[in-house]
């Protein structure tokens, strides 16, 4: 089967774009390609992640646009340009408009450091021990006009723990969505998972096994 061309678009550091980048080449019948990747930002890490993978990589500047309309319609010609037909947000850090959204619908995804519907928006991990909770986690889902509001493909649940703090809730948070992003972009690209026009996710082939409960915090004392 022909391979799907994915572009990931970022504004930072990238481990998830590593994430990605390293499953789809450690599978030499991997279902994706990556075949792009777009910064909002220059000089980011993640640039040099896509460079030192031999990925084509380019800075669309949003501050080169004077609205929001314009980057997009910047960012579909690029995307277009190149064939792409499946689009990652990973650290992507601008909202996008409604019609670029819905032409790319049930062809883009994200992800997000939270239990999604809880704790939308830029700051979910500072909100998330803000409110105190002991389990909180990462998802990936559909990409909708509505922010951080898109049918959910797949979610993990972090346990936070009484002593973090966000730098080491931070990366409990990363190392669950290196996990769950690149078994979203398999399915996707494999056509394993996707949106129905009923607005939810559908999914198809082998079922897998329900995990135990998370329990946060185990044990006190
Ligand atoms: C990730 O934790 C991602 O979930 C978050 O930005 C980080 C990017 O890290 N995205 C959002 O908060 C979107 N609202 P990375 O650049 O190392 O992949």
New binding site residues.
Partial sequence: MAKRDVAVL????????QALIDAVAADPDHPARIRLVISNRPGVK?LDRAAAAGIEAIVIEHKHFHDRAGFDAALDAALRARGIELVCL????RILTAPFVEAWTGRML????SLLPAFK??H?IDDALAAGVRVTG?TVHYVVPEM?AGPIVIQAAVPVQPTDDAASL?RR??TA?HRIYPAALRWAAAGHVSLGDDGRTRYSGPAVAVNAVLISPPAIG
């Fill in positions: 970022i504004s930072g550091s990238g481990s998830n774009l993640g990973a650290g992507f850090m994200n992800i997000h450091p928006g830029a979910a990462v951080d931070a948070i990363h969505e």
